[in-house]
């Protein structure tokens, strides 16, 4: 039998301007994340390069797999399963915001190219992710040995039908890198996370980036893990720090007994995307 209690590190870093800086920090905190005992660890969404268009190509050009291959390393050598965060990964002329998942032997085990691009016009905020990426197309669920998880990106949270079909394929937890922002960040943030849990009575763990003030685009940070019941079991405020939480898969299953949602699923009256 898989082990079911696990302890998760969600790392809430602040992405510097030089990604060495930034990479150092990931390393240090990786390795905190370790040493006290975690299992699974977690980065934000672009963890490695500042959330702002001037940067996605320039960072992307310095070389994604560099940073990939630093992961994998992380991984490896404190022995976690390492959920990368995302990063901007460069495939011929297209971008993608990519967040990869390796092993506790280094391996990569999966790669999620975020879906939902954040094209937004928001009071006092326009944002238009689609002008510098290209969406992913794929439904991300992969094999641990804890069993089925899966991972989307930020914007990706707010689309109920992925994060059914990732539960339909079995996951159990599902990771999520995000950057929300200082204005959908206190109306929407926890909501969506504890809705997206709720719904689909699994775990959500969600890594947010630390908070950068003054930068053109400020992260509300708040990152957060959340149990299949919708009660946020541990958060954090806006400031770098390390969250650890504990975990126990049995919890899925206890709660879908309790509610069996996914029993009374009317596939004759609509169809659920799996």
């Keep these: 039998m898989s082990k079911t209690k696990l302890t998760v590190a969600v790392c809430q870093l602040r992405t510097e301007l030089e990604q060495e800086a930034t990479l150092a920090k990931a390393e240090a905190m990786l390795r905190r994340a370790a040493q006290s005992g975690a299992d699974i660890a977690v980065l934000p969404e672009m963890f490695n390069c500042p959330y702002d268009r001037a940067y996605f190509k320039k960072f992307a050009?310095?070389?994604h797999k560099q940073v990939v291959k630093a992961l994998s390393a992380w991984a490896k050598e404190n022995k976690l399963l390492l959920v990368g965060g995302s990063v901007p990964e460069a495939e011929g002329?297209?971008?993608?915001?990519?967040?990869?998942?390796?092993?506790?032997?280094?391996?990569?085990?999966?790669?999620?190219?975020?879906?939902?691009?954040?094209?937004?016009?928001?009071?006092?905020?326009?944002?238009?992710?689609?002008?510098?990426?290209?969406?992913?197309?794929?439904?991300?669920?992969?094999?641990?040995?804890?069993?089925?998880?899966?991972?989307?990106?930020?914007?990706?949270?707010?689309?109920?039908?992925?994060?059914?079909?990732?539960?339909?394929?079995?996951?159990?937890?599902?990771?999520?890198?995000?950057?929300?922002?200082?204005?959908?960040?206190?109306?929407?943030?926890?909501?969506?996370?504890?809705?997206?849990?709720?719904?689909?009575?699994?775990?959500?763990?969600?890594?947010?980036?630390?908070?950068?003030?003054?930068?053109?685009?400020?992260?509300?940070?708040?990152?957060?893990v959340v149990d299949p019941y919708g009660t946020v079991l541990a958060s954090c405020g806006a400031e770098e720090e390390l969250l650890l939480?504990?975990?126990?898969?049995?919890?899925?299953?206890?709660?879908?007994?309790?509610?069996?949602?996914?029993?009374?699923?009317r596939r004759d009256v609509y169809k659920v995307a799996d």
């Excluded at 939480?245 to 299953?253: G, N, P, Q, S």
């Design 61 to 63: 050009a310095q070389g």
């Design 93 to 224: 002329e297209r971008l993608y915001n990519t967040c990869f998942v390796f092993d506790s032997e280094g391996r990569q085990i999966a790669r999620h190219r975020k879906v939902h691009l954040f094209d937004v016009d928001l009071p006092g905020m326009r944002f238009k992710e689609s002008a510098t990426f290209t969406p992913g197309e794929e439904i991300t669920v992969f094999d641990t040995p804890f069993g089925k998880m899966g991972a989307a990106v930020c914007f990706d949270v707010r689309f109920p039908e992925l994060f059914r079909a990732m539960a339909n394929r079995g996951a159990r937890i599902i990771f999520l890198p995000a950057q929300f922002n200082m204005t959908t960040g206190p109306a929407h943030w926890e909501l969506s996370l504890r809705a997206r849990a709720m719904d689909n009575e699994l775990f959500v763990v969600a890594a947010a980036a630390a908070r950068y003030e003054g930068f053109s685009y400020e992260c509300w940070g708040h990152s957060s």
């Design 245 to 265: 939480a504990e975990i126990d898969l049995a919890r899925v299953d206890e709660v879908r007994r309790q509610l069996p949602t996914f029993l009374h699923l």
